[in-house]
């Protein structure tokens, strides 16, 4: 037979192909199913189509990538610190400033690297192989060579190569969990599909990238390449624009606003000093060069990366894989998760939960494909072996069964249907030995299962010269063929359809997916399977109710997150009913508010803006569905947390503000567009996550508490003299040996600081709140009054006592440092008391820090060449103990600021509280 002359115009682009009957498709396709295309027209649908792959997205050279790591205010002001340090001849500062600002770069540059590896992850799913139908011939060709037209041939086992049109389908399932996020393999048939239908509703497609679990099929090749579904989702990726975090958003902002206020400060005192007071101008420029390198916190860089680092570290301990160092503190700020749901907030792993028997319901627990677990009665333990029918049930899940339970490891895991696999962990529930049954009820026959009649059967013979015929499928269908019903005495009564119906019913509306069992006893001669067999002539055993379960530490993790003030949204491609049951299973708020894919592209952006607050679950969505979901989100300023496992979730993992993929049983792609790897796909560990990002960004925020301050106490020291016409207590390059010891050392103890408590009852921070709030201008005008107070006042003192200048100055550099020392103490807890055990007793960071501040303080005040380099001389031991007492009276008056500060504040939030629980009462007085 000849194939059939390709149409002029071959029409490549994207249609509903799911909507036409298999013979208009090959018609359009100009392609005969026998023969398929020839050579010329393979060659010539190539040359239009292009080869069957995704084009890699452009990408910007090495070098402007490395190149724009340093466009950043922050980095200009650091380098131009560095060329200041450099012609004031201070090499060390200098190689400092040079070694953050490159370790800046690097880091930037080797994540952003990775980051574009989620196209190649994508790009890598695709068949390497497939068998097709070429001149009339079956060929194995490269994937890469299908074209629109070609005849496929699906074996279980493979991965399909394109987008297919089924055209035959015997017993063909599909696992499409990459795409739809459907725990189950999808049934496939050859019947077309509503114009309407969802993704996970095309039943007469395959689609490139997912995985035959079951059967055999014939397909046409209707899309390739970037046409393809997985196509169109890669498409979909490289043009989701990657939000900045919050965090570089903010230390942006700070950036900016620091480095305007310090030149300005400086060019003021420049002019100021030189016209007025009338400096030399070289005196002056290196005097106001020396305070602007002291007021410019070049540790700030350095010690904002090893705080994020120190967060790896602490979230790897906890499973979570952190793949771009901002995304830590991002976590900190979440305010809505939103979770795939299959292998996230499930464990993707098909289990019986429900079990019904004549007049009785139990209820199965136990965990995924491991074969144990409990038969429950009213919530109580049963003995299985006190119900026979129960029993039988199990013998039939156990014989009337395709599949193989192995265990792997101490991990359990089912070769063939997942489904079949729960029936097998049921049987063994059940109290049945599969094997043992197997060996002794021999199969002679079986129908295969299959779409069109949508039940399997298989004939059993044992050696006592019994044979016996089991049945499993479609509630409806067994139903249609019994007249009998067992009880639970092993005796039979007439079929009660409509109590069965309503079982299957209620069993459905909580989200499990009903299989009916049947048997009969036929004579032992009998060795074939006919269908008249099992036509209206069987008894029924019972049903049960299958259901991906929730992982049993979800619900507690969802609770936190309500407690937290983090909304849980779950967006799944799954059935609406799987999705509201296990919604409300893990305590989702309002899991019977449900809306679909199709209600979702009813809405336009502004009435789904508002939805979005009371709905917490989406079924049946799409790529674009999650996408615009989060996008959406983000408008209404919220922070948002995506999860998910599949390739449908990339593009939403991308653009989230907290990409966290599944590590285990996640895609590659999704991984490569993640934020965030979650080692042990649990969802339980977002929670650990969040938390260890609420206590990241505390001890950023602590850094610069404690930096900004620190700093502008040490600048308003020189400011002043200058100002005033006074003689400078510290001089510029013992200024500078301030800076370097203490804001590298000191900072750096910030960063170890463990969660302080009720981390995770706070409510997250707005999206937009700034790292330098009014509390915190507030706190560094009062630091930098009270070491203008300390600095000065020992000055004054010493020059009273008679100490030569350069001793005077020694103890006002030594009372800077020892202020330094007493303002992290007090820095440690932002939202508590300093005066505890706790507190003082610190951490070893801490301590090991201050050992070292101590130990080169006391070297540059009594090494005489040290004293010769800084112009320090030895401070007697009573000015010693002065000077410490100048910080304790620091940390006081601090500390009882802080706790009047902390009062007002819990009153005016109990007092807010209040008057929002007066609401509703005002409204029903009519107020």
């Known amino acids: 037979m000849k194939p059939t002359d390709t149409p002029s115009t071959t029409p490549l682009r994207p249609q509903a ?19 398929g295309l020839s050579v010329a027209d393979v060659q010539t649908r190539l040359a239009q189509a292009g080869p069957n792959c995704l084009p890699e997205s452009p990408r910007r050279p090495t070098w402007l990538r490395f190149a724009l790591q340093f466009h950043n205010i922050l980095i200009y002001v650091l380098l131009g610190s560095a060329a200041i340090t450099a012609l004031l001849q201070h090499l060390w500062d200098t190689v400092v400033i040079l070694a953050v600002v490159l370790a800046n770069a690097l880091i930037g540059y080797i994540q952003e690297g990775k980051a574009e590896q989620a196209m190649d992850a994508i790009r890598q799913m695709l068949a390497p192989r497939a068998a097709v139908i070429r001149g009339g011939e079956r ?29 035959h389908a015997n017993r063909l399932q599909i696992q499409e969990a990459l795409l739809t996020g459907e725990s189950a393999p999808v049934e496939k048939h050859t019947e077309p599909a509503g114009s309407e239908a969802a993704l996970g509703d095309r039943a007469c497609m395959a689609f490139s990238g997912t995985l035959v679990t079951c059967g055999q099929a014939t397909g046409v090749v209707v899309a390739t390449g970037p046409l393809a579904e997985i196509g169109r989702i890669s498409h979909l990726l490289s043009g989701v624009e990657t939000l900045t975090t919050p965090l570089v958003q903010q230390m942006n902002v700070v950036a900016r606003w620091l480095t305007l206020l310090i030149l300005a400060v400086a060019g003021l005192l420049l002019v100021y000093g030189h016209f007025v007071v009338h400096y030399a101008f070289t005196e002056m420029f290196m005097v106001v060069v020396g305070m602007s390198v002291a007021a410019i916190p070049e540790g700030l860089p350095a010690v904002l990366t090893i705080t994020l680092a120190v967060g790896v570290r602490a979230m790897a301990r906890r499973n979570a894989i952190v793949r771009r160092l901002p995304a830590i503190e991002t976590l900190g700020s979440v305010s809505v998760i939103c979770t795939d749901k299959t292998g996230t907030l499930t464990r993707n792993e098909m289990m019986v939960a429900s079990v019904v028997i004549s007049d009785l319901t139990f209820t199965v627990d136990g965990a995924g494909y491991q074969p144990a677990g409990n038969v429950n009665l009213e919530n109580q333990l049963i003995d299985t072996a006190n119900h026979s029918t129960l029993a039988e ?5 156990a014989l009337c069964n395709d599949a193989a339970l192995r ?118 001669e009998q060795a074939l399977l006919e269908f008249s067999d099992v036509q209206g002539s069987l008894t029924l055993l019972g049903m049960v109710g299958m259901i991906d379960p929730p992982r049993p530490e979800t619900v507690e993790a969802v609770k936190q997150c309500q407690a937290a003030g983090i909304g849980v949204k779950m967006i799944t491609g799954d059935h609406p009913g799987t999705a509201a049951a296990i919604g409300q299973q893990i305590g989702l708020q309002n899991p019977n508010r449900v809306l679909t894919g199709l209600d979702l592209d009813a809405m336009d952006d502004a009435v789904l803006k508002e939805t979005l607050k009371d709905v917490n679950i989406f079924a049946r969505t799409s790529p674009e569905h999650k996408l615009r979901l989060v996008m959406l989100l983000q408008s209404n300023g919220m922070t948002v947390a995506m999860t998910g496992d599949g390739v449908n979730d990339a593009p939403a993992l991308k653009r989230a503000d907290a990409g966290i993929a599944m590590g285990n049983k996640g895609s590659e792609a999704a991984k490569e567009a993640a934020d965030l790897v979650l080692a042990d796909d649990n969802f339980a560990s977002i929670v650990a996550a969040v938390r260890e990002g609420r206590t990241v960004y505390d001890n950023i925020k602590k850094v610069l508490s404690w930096t900004l301050p620190t700093n502008a106490g040490e600048t308003m020291t020189i400011i002043v003299a200058l100002l005033f016409g006074l003689t400078l207590p510290v001089t510029a390059i013992q200024i500078l040996w301030i800076n370097l010891i203490t804001a590298i050392t000191l900072g750096i103890a910030l960063a170890f600081e463990p969660t302080e408590e009720n981390t995770m009852r706070r409510p997250p921070r707005a999206r937009h709140e700034p790292l330098i709030s009014g509390a915190l201008i507030w706190h560094m005008v009062l630091v930098s009054i009270l070491f203008l107070c300390g600095v000065y006042g020992i000055f004054a003192y010493a020059l009273d006592r008679g100490y030569p200048v350069e001793l005077a100055r020694t103890l006002a550099v030594n009372t800077l440092v020892v202020m330094g020392i007493f303002h992290l103490f007090f820095i440690r807890n932002l939202y508590g008391t300093s005066l505890t055990w706790e507190a003082v007793r610190g951490t070893p960071v801490v301590w090991l820090t201050v050992a070292a501040v101590t130990f080169a303080q006391f070297a540059i005040t009594y090494a005489p060449p040290l004293q010769k380099v800084f112009d320090t001389q030895s401070v007697p031991l009573l000015d010693g103990l002065l000077i410490i007492g100048i910080g304790l009276a620091l940390f006081v008056i601090i500390e009882i600021e802080k706790q009047i500060r902390l009062r007002l504040f819990s009153f005016h939030r109990s007092s807010l509280y209040r008057d929002e629980a007066q609401d509703p009462c005002d409204k029903a007085a009519g107020r």
């Not at 208009?24 to 199913?33: H, P």
């Not at 060709?141 to 297919?164: H, R, S, T, W």
Request: one cysteine or more.
């Open 17 to 35: 192909w799911y909507n036409l009957p298999a013979e208009q498709v090959l018609k359009r396709l100009g392609v005969s199913e026998q023969v």
């Open 139 to 167: 060929l194995s060709v490269a994937g890469e060579a299908l074209v629109p037209g070609d005849i496929v041939l699906l074996e279980a086992g493979d991965k399909v190569p394109a987008d297919l049109r089924l055209l």
């Open 393 to 397: 049930l199990g013998r039939a899940a």
């Open 407 to 524: 265990q792997h490891q101490s991990t359990w895991i089912v070769e063939g249907d997942p489904m079949e696999g729960a029936l097998l962990v049921f049987a063994a529930k059940a109290g049945i030995d599969r094997d043992e049954e197997r060996r002794t009820w021999a199969r002679t026959d079986a129908i295969p299962f299959d779409a069109k009649h949508r039940f399997m059967a298989t004939l059993h013979h044992n050696h006592e010269r019994h044979a016996t015929i089991y049945v499993k499928g479609a509630p409806e269908q067994v139903l249609s063929m019994c007249t009998q019903q067992r009880i639970d005495t092993a005796a039979t009564g007439r079929l009660d359809t409509h109590y069965w119906l309503d079982q299957a019913n209620a069993i459905s509306r909580n989200g499990q997916r009903v299989l009916a069992f049947a048997t009969r006893a036929v004579a032992p």
